[in-house]
């Protein structure tokens, strides 16, 4: 089976780590990480070399302050990409404001063979697999 991948935006660098090791080393992983930041400054030039980015998980710290300009941007940079927002569990009502602009939230305690299986489902209605 074909791997999808993956962008991280998170400034909390424990978090895009955690998500790199486990694409990297669980062997039922659907996913790879072959983009990750603490903002999408930080990316520049690097995605439209890398080729399609199929999903994007992003750290709902980054979106709280002005959620509808955040994702007006964040669509300029990856367009139709569904994106995975990760919340923990104390921040899950503030993040219901993003509902809109998202494919799915992301809990920071997901069981990774959750995650998987999320993964693959997505994957299949947009018809990466």
């Known amino acids: 089976?074909?791997?999808?991948?993956?962008?991280?935006?998170?400034?909390?660098?424990?978090?895009?780590?955690?998500?790199?090791?486990?694409?990297?080393?669980?062997?039922?992983?659907?996913?790879?990480?072959?983009?990750?930041?603490?903002?999408?400054?930080?990316?520049?030039?690097?995605?439209?070399?890398?080729?399609?980015?199929?999903?994007?998980?992003?750290?709902?710290?980054?979106?709280?302050?002005?959620?509808?300009l955040f994702f007006s941007l964040l669509n300029d940079y990856f367009p139709r990409t569904p994106i995975f927002l990760i919340v923990?569990?104390?921040?899950?009502?503030?993040a219901q404001r993003c509902t809109n602009y998202i494919k799915a939230f992301l809990s920071t305690d997901l069981h990774p063979a959750q995650l998987f299986s999320s993964i693959r489902e997505t994957a299949k209605c947009h018809s990466y697999f």
């Open 1 to 68: 089976m074909e791997k999808v991948n993956i962008a991280i935006i998170s400034n909390v660098r424990k978090l895009r780590c955690a998500y790199r090791i486990l694409f990297d080393q669980d062997a039922q992983s659907p996913a790879r990480i072959v983009l990750e930041g603490p903002s999408i400054e930080t990316f520049g030039g690097k995605i439209d070399s890398l080729g399609k980015i199929d999903f994007l998980f992003l750290d709902y710290r980054l979106v709280l302050n002005n959620t509808a």
């Open 88 to 94: 923990d569990k104390q921040h899950f009502k503030e």
